[in-house]
């Protein structure tokens, strides 16, 4: 194609795509705020159960699909279509592949997506899977697979109830391969006598899908995200039933023992005896799948390569991985440095400009779960946090936003947090013996007293001696304000009329009816590294607002306009960081007043200190009494409705509190 044929071709696309887009509007459905009492609920629900009912549902989801397939085959061999309308092995391998897709994503998450005894066994074994969880987890595997089978078997209960009268007519019995027990588990073919060979066909059919499982699994193997691990797992299953599936096979203790007490309660107790193939179906499983287990364990998987991408750590710490490294050759005792704890994944050639590219870190950061109570403000940078407000840093071993929420939670000073990964020298530089060690990765969750942006993102590393230290995947959290429940102090908010970067006009703000100013002072807590504070926190606004009203029920009792024993009342605060247009926040400002204003009144802060630094408003909330009676006032010519109030009230006194003008 001529340069200008592509030319014209690219200028239609994107005169067709303005087009389209005149006429379609994409629309966005916010997820609902979640209540209290969803909260509530899912935190009662028993981690066990759920566990189990996701285990059940995982294989009813493989297997459902699968013997349907079967069915849609095995009942159509006399359609006038030709049974080629209906289905073949190669379809059924196909359904056997997408219903395992289906089921690890689905309840993989609740689980851990066993789905096969054999693979639950193997993990107690090897992982440390708990022992106590295996009986529960084996139980409902097979649930799940009883329930697919039941439910089969009523929806296609006419098709096998014709299909039984017409192989009884016929002398033919109704279990055997091909016949419709079979839809259910699997049966020998007749010629299939020797259950040596059926046991040998079903050990490495097991074994060469366990090994795939585990190769998915493995966190040092490159060629294989989480993301695609699923689809794998489903071919492997769907490439044995491709190449096997004429010779009969079982693949699965879970998947073949329910359906087979379904075909029980239809066929009677041949189900479990026709050629004596039962057993060989049902636990052969178990030791290929142990066998295979095994075999990757001690031939195929490498300790020392997960260890090195931060998946695993040495079992007697960094010492003796030194040792081990020291003892091997890696590196000589004459040029061992501090180690730095290696926890991140690795990239494959050692240099900053590869760990920037390397799009496993801004994957992760992109699919990390933001935790509850918190907002995602800045994803997938290449920076981390600059500010004043350092209230600690935390190594991880995986990258784990949860984990980080979990602990800034727990901290008294702690408003937001940020978590990436770093690229740092497994040794000390040193200029002259080591100038430019090899890499590490290190995870790391950095608590901050302030709220974070990605305009914040001014850490991009540092150089010690030749060795570059860079920073990739950096997500910035910050607490929801929502999360701050001021009830008890006696206050509600954060209003939802406040503007995240406009505040009141303190001396502005004069009672309309009465003619007296409701600004009551401020307060101003500079942001400092250390642990006392103070830092972003509206309690602080709001136990200085209740001090304020206290104070003045003492000293203040009648003071001008109030009389009849009346006094000013801190009723509204609003709180917001004083922000360098350089998007450093450098200290938090609480504003009181006797009166209740609506936001309509702020404006946009731009201005500038004493020191001649250009401030602006950041984080901008309000925060009402609860106890105070009417709206916010409001005499704006765009103010009008039961929503405003003209004022007269004398700060929620009533009018006969206050010395009218």
């Given at each position: ?15 067709v ?26 935190h ?11 285990e ?8 459902f ?45 609740t ?36 329930m ?11 098709e096998?109830q014709?299909?039984?009268e ?9 279990v055997?391969?091909g016949?419709?027990a ?18 040998m066909?079903?050990f490495?059919v ?16 490159p060629?294989?995200t989480p993301?695609?691990a ?26 073949d023992l ?13 189900a ?15 030791p290929?799948?142990l066998?295979?287990?095994a ?7 490498d ?7 931060g ?34 994944k690795?990239h ?15 994957t992760?950061?992109r699919?990390?779960?933001?935790p509850l ?8 940078l290449?920076?981390s ?24 939670s ?6 937001s947090f ?9 040794l ?14 290190n995870?790391k969750c950095?608590f ?17 001696s030749s060795?570059?230290?860079?920073i990739?995947?950096?997500?910035y ?7 701050n ?7 509600y ?5 406040g ?24 307060y ?11 830092n972003?926190?509206p ?12 104070y ?10 109030y009389v009849?024993?009346a ?12 922000v ?7 200290s ?9 204003w ?10 500038s200190d ?11 909330k ?31 006194w ?8």
């Amino acid at each position: 194609m001529s340069e200008i044929d592509r030319l014209q071709t690219n200028d239609l696309e994107l005169g067709v795509t303005d087009a389209i887009q005149k006429h379609f509007t994409r629309q966005v459905i916010q997820r609902k705020p979640v209540s209290q009492r969803t909260l509530d609920f899912e935190h009662a629900r028993p981690r066990w159960l759920r566990e189990c009912m996701a285990e059940a549902t995982g294989v009813f989801f493989y297997v459902f699909p699968g013997i349907a397939s079967i069915a849609s085959f095995t009942l159509n061999l006399e359609n006038p279509l030709g049974v080629t309308a209906f289905g073949s092995i190669f379809q059924i391998g196909w359904a056997f592949t997408l219903g395992i897709v289906f089921a690890i994503i689905t309840c993989a998450p609740t689980s851990g997506g066993h789905f096969n005894p054999a693979i639950t066994i193997a993990l107690a074994l090897w992982q440390g899977f708990p022992w106590k969880k295996v009986p529960y987890y084996i139980f409902s595997q097979i649930f799940g697979a009883f329930m697919a089978g039941l439910i089969l078997m009523g929806m296609y209960w006419p098709e096998i109830q014709a299909a039984n009268e017409q192989l009884l007519a016929a002398g033919n019995p109704l279990v055997a391969n091909g016949a419709p027990a079979s839809i259910l588990c699997s049966f020998p073919n007749p010629n299939q006598t020797n259950m040596g060979w059926v046991f040998m066909t079903e050990f490495f059919v097991d074994s060469f899908i366990a090994i795939v499982i585990w190769s998915c699994l493995d966190p040092a193997n490159p060629f294989v995200t989480p993301a695609a691990a699923p689809f794998i797992i489903g071919l492997a299953y769907g490439n044995m039933v491709w190449g096997f599936g004429g010779n009969t096979i079982s693949t699965n203790l879970a998947r073949d023992l329910g359906t087979r007490f379904v075909a029980l309660i239809f066929y009677g107790r041949e189900a479990f005896t026709y050629m004596g193939y039962a057993p060989v179906a049902i636990l052969v499983n178990i030791p290929a799948t142990l066998f295979a287990t095994a075999y990757y364990e001690v031939v195929l998987r490498d300790s020392f390569l997960i260890i090195g991408k931060g998946h695993a750590q040495h079992r007697d710490g960094d010492d003796a991985l030194m040792r081990h490294i020291s003892k091997t050759g890696i590196i000589k005792d004459d040029d061992l440095r501090q180690i730095t704890s290696n926890v991140g994944k690795c990239h494959c050639i050692d240099t900053p400009e590869e760990f920037l590219n390397f799009t496993e870190f801004y994957t992760t950061a992109r699919i990390a779960t933001v935790p509850l109570g918190y907002d995602l403000v800045g994803q997938a940078l290449n920076g981390s946090v600059y500010g004043d407000v350092f209230r600690g840093v935390q190594l991880l071993t995986s990258y784990d936003p949860v984990s980080c929420a979990g602990i800034c939670s727990g901290m008294t000073f702690c408003t937001s947090f940020n978590i990436y990964y770093e690229r740092d020298p497994v040794l000390n530089p040193d200029p002259v013996n080591c100038p430019n060690p090899n890499s590490t990765t290190n995870i790391k969750c950095v608590f901050w007293g302030s709220s974070i942006s990605k305009e914040l993102a001014l850490n991009d590393g540092e150089i010690r001696s030749s060795f570059q230290v860079v920073i990739a995947g950096s997500n910035y959290y910050i607490k929801q304000d929502a999360l701050n429940n001021l009830t008890d102090l006696g206050f509600y908010g954060p209003r939802g009329d406040g503007q995240p970067d406009t505040i009141f006009s303190a001396g502005k703000l004069i009672e309309p009816t009465d003619k007296y100013p409701t600004f009551m002072g401020g307060y101003r807590g500079y942001y400092a590294n250390r642990p006392e504070g103070p830092n972003y926190d509206p309690t602080i606004c709001a136990k200085k607002c209740n001090e304020l009203t206290i104070y003045n029920s003492v000293n203040r009792v009648n003071s001008t306009p109030y009389v009849n024993g009346a006094y000013p009342k801190c009723n509204m605060f609003t709180i917001f960081e004083d922000v360098q247009t350089d998007a450093v926040p450098f200290s938090i400002v609480c504003f009181f007043f006797s009166t209740s204003w609506d936001s309509k009144y702020a404006t946009t802060v731009v201005g500038s200190d004493r020191k001649g630094r250009n401030l602006t408003a950041n984080l901008v909330k309000i925060y009402q009494r609860l106890d105070y009676p009417d709206p916010p006032i409001c005499v704006l010519d765009s103010c009008d409705g039961a929503q405003y109030y003209p004022g007269g009230n004398c700060s929620g006194w009533g009018s006969s509190y206050c010395r009218h003008p």
